[in-house]
């Protein structure tokens, strides 16, 4: 197939605790999807797990990545940090189960709703965790042919 | 008569343009560039938002909008005044004079758009109570942040209430109206609107969401005030009926128009920058709970418009006053039901995404133009000077890729290469060809 395996990649450093950037990366995430023409449905689909996902790496981690790849058939968000790791990952899917610092939840975050709403936007998903060794948070979208 | 694709108000005029950079830096679409010295609007991107024309400094930003005298060309002429014309005159008090004065202007009738703005609440009350309409449901009234919607969040369109603005429905009952009382054929009336804004000029000629207007133009708020004015100062009896709500009046204002439907969960934002970082976070689905969203693209909505005279905070309050004594009372249901049969109230022509923001209809091609546009972008000072003529670097890197410019418009870049040439100038200088001696090549 013509252009198959081509991909491009947008990588964001996220600081923990830097609620002042909060949101930045997943919305020029969204303004580069619209530019390559992505369907608007889909759009908004990456735009809000990859908001969570940024917002976790600023809530819970010591810092991490936010990577972007594009594919012509495919959309993946990786979250990707250093620690603290997630001791229950099915725990941690569950709807109103939060570990937010006192801090997050004055700013109106760590509702519990971060990782089931990513789940419910995304048509996969891969979570892998290590306490002390980090997460990678790996959602993937299905680009449609229209 | 066939409707052009790209009709704009907004329009440039050449001989007043400076070529700074106040406009393309405002602009919320980013539809201008600086080429060849003078501002240049891409047709695509305009929404006739009007920002452009508040912000230039020389006035070379306009609105086009139909002269006073071509109402001449009707036989009946009916007037529509938005109920900001009701913000701009100083010392009145009362409505019905406004509506006398443009009667003395030449037109045979007048009705008011703030009467419109009542039918369009009472439609769309309708409208909040149906379960099953996507919330929140965005208000159609102001046509730039419909074309917003269009250009910059496709996802939203299904949002949009399917009501047509307070201007069109006006338009058919007054018709109507008037060629019941006066007999007249439906053709001879021309029927005009009195504008605070460049977008509704837009929107009679070239519609969204409907087919074609029932108004057959617009006069500018501006152009008109000097004739009214005079004529309410010298007006001794009013022969006119004010038919509008205090809720119709204060639809003028940001705000009003939530405040007409009765409810509590609505956000009314205005100013276009104001109103996109909010309409973002719709799109991200950060504002669940919210039943109604009323965006206006002027500062404290129409009263704002860059055709007004008053500065809008003063219109604002004066609309405020004057709402309070308007006569009129809300629509009641069967009246609602009766008008439904007799206009076309509904946005019945589906709206389109205008996606000009996309690269390129083909995935890998955008793919591609997305590299070279980070690659272009990284090598770029990153000041956003507008020097080149776009509003940042990263429209400028966009532009290069386009083809619309090239990277030696950016004057980093110029003075970089520039620098290079000389070096290699000086370089060449003193290279001696052979066989000549050092003095022969400084003769």
Known sequence: ?146 | MKLKEYYHSVTLRKDKCRGCTNCIKRCPTEAIRVRDGKARIIAERCIDCGECIRVCPYHAKVAVTDPLSSIERFRYRVALPAPTLYGQFKNVTDINVILAGLKKLGFDYVYEVARGADYVAAFVKRALKDPNRKRPIISSSCPAIVRLIQVRFPELIDNIVDVDSPMEIAAQLARNEFCQKYGAKPEEVGVFFITPCAAKMTSIRNPVGRKESSVEGAISMQEIYGPLYNQISKLKEEDVAQMASPFGVGWANSGGESLSLGIDSYLAVDGIQNVIRVLEEIEDEKLTDLEYFEGLACPGGCVGGPLTVENGFVAKNRIRKLSEKARGRPVPEDELREVAQKINWRLDEKILPKPVMKLDDDIVEAMKKMETIERIYESLPGLDCGSCGSPSCRTLAEDIVRGYASEMDCVFKLREKVKQLAQEMIELSEKIPGGRKETERQE
């Open chain 1, 1 to 146: 197939m013509a252009g198959g395996y081509y991909s491009i990649e947008q990588v964001f450093h996220i600081k923990a605790g830097d609620f002042a950037s909060a949101g930045e990366a997943s919305s020029q995430i969204k303004k580069t999807l619209k530019q390559l023409g992505i369907d608007p449905g889909l759009v908004r689909r990456v735009t809000i797990a990859a908001y969570e996902a940024e917002m976790n790496l600023i809530i819970h981690s010591i810092g991490g990545e936010l990577k972007l790849k594009v594919t012509p058939q495919s959309i993946i968000v990786m979250a990707e940090d250093k620690g603290p790791g997630i001791p229950d990952i099915d725990l941690a899917m569950q709807e109103g189960y939060s570990t937010a610092p006192e801090i997050a939840r004055e700013l109106g975050f760590g509702a519990g709703m971060g990782l089931p709403n990513i789940k419910r936007c995304a048509d996969r998903l891969n979570i892998q965790s290590e306490v002390g060794e980090g997460t990678l948070l790996e959602i993937y979208f299905d680009i449609k042919a229209r």
